[in-house]
């Protein structure tokens, strides 16, 4: 199986977000990628689950430490729709994520209804003694537009 690239696992993590606006919940989803190499995708489950912590972030570090038998998930990408919230970049900070990719910012995500805190990945990384590398505005338009397809559609509502 030949090694992903960037292009491609955004857009993986752009599917998964669909899914999630097919399936009336927040239009989120990420990929995580190891030695070039899918290791979990998922999409925000928040609805679905009556599950807050449900973010697609948190689904995708929980399958990938279940799949690999470890919490320490060092060497791995993090391909997200969406700036990470607090929560997300801490799970990804606890399980050892070397890179994190997003492509809209949590001020998107505060402008489509959600109840984001309004800190970012940059200010949070200043606190971190070993902070993850940070590729924001990855693919940023098509992101962007996962959020209009969601308010469009109705299918599902900000938490």
Request: some cysteine; aromatic content about 8%; glycine content about 6%.
């Amino acid at each position: 199986m030949p090694e992903i690239d960037r292009n491609t696992a955004m857009n993986l993590a752009i599917e998964q977000a669909l899914r999630a606006i097919e399936n009336g919940q927040a239009p989120f989803g990420c990929v995580l990628v190891k030695d070039g190499r899918v290791i979990a995708r998922a999409h925000n489950t928040v609805w679905h689950d009556t599950d807050p912590t449900a973010h697609a972030e948190i689904n995708a570090l929980r399958t990938a430490c279940h799949q690999l038998k470890t919490i320490d998930l060092s060497g791995t990408e993090l391909y997200t729709t969406c700036e990470p919230c607090p929560m997300c970049y801490t799970a990804a900070h606890w399980a050892r994520v070397s890179r994190i990719i997003f492509g809209a910012r949590i001020e998107d995500a505060r402008n489509a209804g959600f109840n984001e805190l309004p800190v970012s990945n940059e200010t949070l990384n200043r606190y971190n003694p070993a902070p993850p590398e940070l590729v924001p505005g990855f693919m940023e338009q098509e992101c962007r537009r996962l959020f209009e397809l969601w308010k469009q559609l109705g299918s599902g509502r900000p938490y």
